[in-house]
């Protein structure tokens, strides 16, 4: 059974920093393209970042350009996401995902590419 775990969520000031980890099971890491969305309040779940399984290139929203960066230890199944310089704006539910799609047949942070969810981990950033 494919399990993804959140963990790393709460609350920060603007500007300040966290790190989010997934923890997966039940699947090989290193077939998977893995992502980070997120979804703040009445808003759509937005794709932030992922790392794709056949050449492991990273892909953000740009809206986290520059200020996230998502990382794996594949051989630990732990996938993270370093977000630095946090924006009230980056108030959301943190939700990690998991596709074992071929990249021709997704769109890498289109939620529809993904198969497997975590619960989410809330992020809160006061200003």
């Not at 099971?25 to 794709?52: H, L, M, N």
Request: include cysteine; glycine fraction near 10%; charge should be neutral.
């Amino acid at each position: 059974e494919v399990q993804l775990v959140e963990s790393g969520g709460g609350l920060v000031q603007a500007g300040g920093s966290l790190r989010l980890s997934c923890a997966a099971s039940g699947f090989t890491f290193g077939d998977y393209t893995i992502a980070w969305f997120r979804q703040a309040p009445g808003k759509e779940r937005e794709g932030v970042s992922c790392i794709t399984s056949h050449d492991g290139r990273s892909y953000y929203a740009d809206s986290v350009k520059g200020r996230f960066t998502i990382s794996s230890n594949r051989a630990k199944n732990t996938m993270f996401l370093q977000m630095n310089s946090l924006e009230p704006e980056d108030t959301a539910v943190y939700f990690c995902a998991a596709s074992r799609r071929a990249i021709a047949n997704m769109v890498p942070l289109e939620r529809s590419s993904y198969d497997y969810w975590g619960q989410g981990t809330r992020v809160t950033v006061s200003s």
